[in-house]
């Protein structure tokens, strides 16, 4: 037994988005390949009972014969955290936003909606926001997202809905191809009859055209059909339905319109006309929403990028000259504390010289008054006897001395002053140049 292995506790991993953790609660396959992952590192993840879990446990099946335990033990967590972010990272987020007036209309297409692959996405309903989540593995979730991308586009068109283009999700997804479920069978749909507006398999489309009515019907691919819209009554006929396109004047307008206003203008079905804008529009909002927003996105991204990598390259050129310049400043003090330590050391030695001096010329003075003792001579001037003064007079006063010291003088030096030249600081200091784009 290793008595020092100390067992890593289970950790709660949350830094991700919920929607991918709620795919794989929903998954026994994507959960079984995040266990297999898991165990490459020693974690065994606990599946949260709740599909609304924001967090994930893993814990640790370490043990102490494990080979390298105390080392594997010491990084565990983080390999842990890696493997599952390399995972999570192949799933796919595409939100779809709709009105929420079309919300229930959305929901209803979507109950007929079949996934030919429901292992790898899932379509998650946030009905207080009036959103469908579609999460999974990247080609998936785009077919899918194209589908409900379609159903809220042309639920939209038929009930007159407006509102903006769904750009939050994949680039790629195409708003005007979808496939749903066949009318007939319920199989998997690519054909629809313009005539009766039905979705039709491979099988059954075949089946519909044999039929002596159905003969001349109108049926296409499913992503080339004629769009269904509401019938609304013509404006200036109100009893007649518009279901012509005036091709003068570009108006929709109903059958008596042709033999009135706008006779001899020449005129289109209304579905056509419709299908056709309906389609061009739709190409243009994916156009902006996949290469203009996209790529102006990227642009602001690239944008911020830089301006965060000037400021970063900006501030370590703020702190080289600063540390420069603090460097001038130590070399500077550097200088001053020597110069001064040498003026003390001179001025110690000077003033100890000229001191001694004093104290020599102060001896010199004081043994020459106690010599000659001037002070009797002066006051035998006072006397007031000549014959007193002549006869102390005449006693010679016979006195030798050793010459009166000499003054030495020492010079305190000089301290020239360097010239400043800010240019030759500068050199020494460094040059800014500024780029050639500044504006």
Not at 92 to 115: D, G, M, R
Not at 307 to 323: A, F, I
Request: proline share 4%; charged share 30%.
């Amino acid at each position: 037994m290793i008595d020092w292995y100390k067992h890593p506790a289970a950790v709660d991993i949350s830094d991700f988005d919920p929607k991918k953790l709620q795919f794989l609660i929903k998954s026994p396959p994507n959960q079984q390949a995040v266990e297999k992952q898991m165990e490459a590192v020693y974690g065994k993840p606990i599946w949260p009972k709740n599909s609304k879990s924001n967090s994930l446990t893993v814990e640790c099946t370490l043990t102490p014969e494990t080979i390298y335990c105390r080392k594997i033990a010491r990084h565990w967590e983080t390999k842990v955290k890696e493997n599952l972010s390399k995972f999570l990272d192949l799933l796919h987020v595409c939100k779809h936003t709709t009105l929420q007036e079309a919300f229930p209309l959305v929901l209803s297409e979507l109950k007929s909606l079949t996934i030919s692959n429901p292992d790898d996405v899932t379509v998650v309903l946030d009905k207080s926001n009036y959103e469908i989540y579609v999460t999974g593995h990247k080609q998936a979730v785009t077919d899918v997202s194209k589908l409900v991308s379609d159903i809220i586009l042309r639920i939209n068109a038929e009930h007159r809905f407006i509102q903006g283009p769904d750009v939050s999700g994949v680039s790629d997804i195409a708003m005007s191809q979808h496939y749903v479920d066949c009318q007939t069978c319920g199989g998997y749909s690519d054909f629809y009859c313009n005539a009766c507006h039905k979705r039709l398999c491979g099988k059954c489309r075949d089946e519909h055209l044999k039929h002596p009515d159905n003969a001349k019907h109108d049926v296409c691919r499913y992503e080339d059909r004629k769009f269904v819209f509401s019938s609304v009554p013509c404006k200036v006929h109100p009893k007649h339905q518009m279901v012509l396109c005036c091709n003068k004047c570009q108006q929709a307008i109903c059958a008596l319109c042709t033999t009135k206003e706008h006779e001899g203008h020449g005129f289109l079905d209304l579905e056509e006309v419709y299908t056709k804008k309906y389609k061009t529009r739709t190409e243009d909002i994916r156009k902006i929403r996949d290469e203009f927003l996209l790529n102006s996105r990227l642009r602001l991204k690239e944008s911020r990028n830089a301006t965060l990598e000037l400021k970063g390259n900006l501030e370590l050129m703020r702190n080289s000259m600063k540390e420069q310049a603090s460097q001038i400043k130590e070399l500077v003090d550097a200088i001053l504390t020597e110069n001064l330590h040498d003026l003390h050391s001179y001025e110690a030695s000077a003033v100890e010289k000229l001191e001694y001096q004093e104290k020599v010329l102060d001896t010199y003075v004081t043994h020459v008054q106690d010599t000659c003792k001037l002070e009797e001579y002066k006051n035998s001037m006072f006397f007031g006897n000549p014959v007193e003064f002549l006869s102390g007079i005449s006693d010679t006063l016979d006195v030798k001395f050793e010459p009166i010291p000499d003054v030495q003088k020492l010079s305190p030096g000089n301290f020239s002053e360097g010239k400043l030249n800010k240019e030759e600081i500068r050199k020494q200091f460094g040059v800014l140049t500024k780029p050639s784009n500044e504006t």
